[in-house]
């Protein structure tokens, strides 16, 4: 008789939102898939929205429950997920994002026969002029992180940041990850936008103020001023701010010279097309993007913050800002599409700290050492 070896696979249940398609959710898609492919674990996810990320997990053959959480409220869905770990037999809950985190520990704790843990992939982002939601939060991730057996961040200096934060609670770091195979042939994939005659300088992410869209307008005005007609500007993304930074783009003069083009569920396709990405944040967990940069050639001028320095310090072709300006901004960008930088040799690939395999073996590594297990080797 042959041994099936998934008789003694760990069963994971990861609990995240799903109702955007931004870097959290790309690294949740990465690493299920990494986990759905191993003969030691069992995957499944239950998502708070129906979306991208619930259609893309069950085409590549993860199990998915989808609850509504605009039709349900808190409690029916803290009964809901905790039904989802009973039923799925879920030794590890693992959560993703703020409401998650705090339904998913709850729910753990009740069904009595799970550990849990989460995955905090940036730092939190509170709206402007509400110190007493941001109060609450603060309270409620202080009320409900005991209940996990511990939390990872996505960089170095966000683990720093959740040791200040959770000082009684473990901290794990696991780099974000991708699979270089899978965003090759994702960016392959035919696009209706073609770029433009010029210096290409990409924005991909979620129009929101942490990102700071303002600045990277502001930088292409300085381009545009400083050499007519020879940078294009490009916005891959959608997000609250859509409107007011439209608006700016107008004020600035920028109208014929850059492309919203909204969200575009195969983002890849776009940015594989530019000559530059750049990434203008006040902060950052590890950005999905750059890696993604890193997979295709395509150089990336960013704010030296959060996890960007790991992943992006000494290798050529990339630069690094610490003058979070547009001036500073500017400067990087014409220094590196100069025309002393032709010729050089994009580095295709990010660092193979940085690729999926690496981080789905992390994660299985620390699943088997919360559980008291034997380590695996894969």
């Known amino acids: 008789m042959i041994d099936d070896p998934r008789r003694s696979a760990i069963r994971i249940l990861h609990v995240a939102s799903g109702d955007l398609w931004a870097g959290a959710e790309v690294q949740i898609f990465h690493l299920l898939c990494a986990l759905h492919a191993r003969t030691d674990m069992i995957v499944s996810a239950v998502l708070l929205n129906r979306g991208e990320l619930a259609d893309r997990l069950r085409s590549a053959g993860v199990s998915v429950t989808v609850l509504d959480e605009r039709a349900a409220s808190a409690w029916q869905l803290l009964q809901s997920i905790r039904h989802e770990i009973r039923s799925s037999g879920a030794q590890v809950v693992h959560t993703h994002r703020f409401k998650e985190n705090i339904l998913g520990s709850i729910a753990t704790r009740l069904s009595g026969h799970a550990i849990s843990l989460r ?57 974000n990850g991708i699979d270089p195979a899978m965003i090759a042939r994702a960016a392959s994939e035919p696009s209706t936008y073609r770029s433009q005659p010029g210096v290409n300088v990409a924005f991909v992410g979620r129009l929101v103020r942490v990102k700071r869209v303002d600045l990277f307008l502001e930088t292409a005005a300085l381009l545009k001023a400083a050499q007519p007609g020879r940078y294009r500007f490009v916005i891959v993304g959608d997000g609250p701010l859509m409107e007011e930074m439209t608006g700016l783009a107008k004020r600035l003069g920028l109208i014929a010279e850059i492309d919203f083009l909204g969200f575009r569920s195969n983002s890849l396709s776009i940015l594989r097309q530019m000559d530059c990405l750049l990434l203008t944040s006040d902060h950052e967990g590890l950005p999905m993007v750059v890696l993604e940069a890193l997979a295709l050639g395509v150089p990336t001028v960013a704010h030296s913050v959060g996890g960007l320095p790991e992943v992006l310090e000494g290798i050529a072709g990339n630069r690094l800002v610490t003058d979070h300006t547009p001036g500073g901004y500017a400067r990087a960008i014409q220094e590196l599409t100069g025309p002393e930088s032709r010729g050089c040799e994009r580095r295709c690939g990010p660092p193979a700290r940085f690729e999926m395999s690496a981080t789905a073996q992390a994660y299985a590594a620390l699943y088997h050492e919360l559980l008291g297990r034997p380590p695996v080797r894969y």
């Open 119 to 175: 995955t905090v992939h940036g730092r939190p982002e509170y709206a402007r002029g509400n110190s007493l939601r941001h109060a609450l939060s603060r309270w409620l991730d202080a009320v409900t992180a005991p209940l996990q057996v511990g939390m990872v961040g996505v960089s170095r200096e966000l683990c720093g940041y959740l040791q200040e934060e959770f000082s009684s609670r473990k901290v794990f770091h696991v780099p």
